[in-house]
């Protein structure tokens, strides 16, 4: 493995990743506007059964429909993220195992994590980022606006709950390394991140337990919404950012492990 590149390189190295991904993806303008269609469905799909919900209640395990909106808004905007950037990359990296392209990923000198990471970008996911900002400012309308700190902490919440699932996704997929096929406990990781649509109240015991420290996907949508909210739970959210944290260090630990196992496919 080569050395990290120093902070002018990175930079370097990751815009120019990001030009190359962008053009690739826009080659088919057509498809980026059926994929606003599809996005704008997506978001009612979402909202629809909260809108239900609400219909017939006030409110839901301390939850009312303005500070539930809240929790959709991030929901949505942590999954704009996971899939413009995250979900494409590391989906690539099996194919690539596949296929042998991996090779030429390791031939490059710089971080093959990084490039990785960077490769690919899915920018019809735009329309669910600007979905996720109407829907945390139309939740904002109705409980107030909060102050800098707030938006501050919810922002910092967001990354370190996005920096968690995207950590797992990494272990997911240094798993086909050894197994080709993990495509499985992908769709089972996107399963369990849907439940982070939810405000974390309405789960009890375990559940609560796993959605916040063993997968925590509460950590990118429930919290930030806290944050805005004046509600946080700091002994617990200290504790979930720890996690996101050491699940980082646990991914990067793994795949350098998994590096150090791959055999060429032309070998």
């Not at 031939?107 to 996911?125: C, E, Y």
Request: hydrophobic content about 60%; proline content about 4%.
């Amino acid at each position: 493995m080569s050395a990290p590149p120093n902070a002018p390189r990175l930079w370097t190295v990751c815009s120019a990743l990001a030009r190359v991904a962008l053009m690739n993806a826009l080659q088919y303008r057509e498809g980026f506007l059926v994929e606003f269609f599809v996005g704008t469905g997506n978001v009612v799909a979402i909202l629809l059964p909260l809108a239900v919900i609400f219909d017939r209640s006030a409110s839901v395990a301390g939850w009312n429909w303005d500070q539930s909106l809240l929790v959709t808004g991030f929901f949505l905007l942590q999954s704009a993220v996971m899939g413009g950037l995250v979900e494409p990359n590391l989906g690539a990296v099996v194919e690539g195992i596949r296929a042998g392209q991996m090779d030429y990923l390791l031939l490059r000198p710089v971080d093959a994590q990084l490039v990785a990471s960077t490769q690919r970008v899915a920018p019809a996911k735009v329309w669910d980022a600007v979905a996720a900002v109407g829907v945390i400012g139309w939740g904002l309308h109705g409980t107030g606006l909060p102050d800098l700190g707030a938006f501050a902490a919810a922002f910092a919440l967001l990354l370190a709950g996005i920096l968690a699932m995207y950590s797992l996704w990494l272990l997911v997929i240094c798993l086909s390394f050894w197994f080709v096929r993990v495509d499985n406990l992908r769709y089972l990781l996107g399963a369990v991140a849907d439940a982070g649509r939810w405000p974390v109240d309405i789960y009890r015991g375990v559940a609560r337990v796993f959605l916040t420290v063993v997968v925590p996907v509460a950590l990118a949508t429930s919290w930030p919404a806290l944050a805005l909210l004046g509600r946080l739970d700091v002994a617990l959210t200290a504790q979930a950012i720890v996690v996101s944290c050491g699940l980082f260090a646990l991914s990067r630990w793994a795949w350098l492990r998994a590096l150090r196992s791959y055999t060429s496919a032309s070998s």
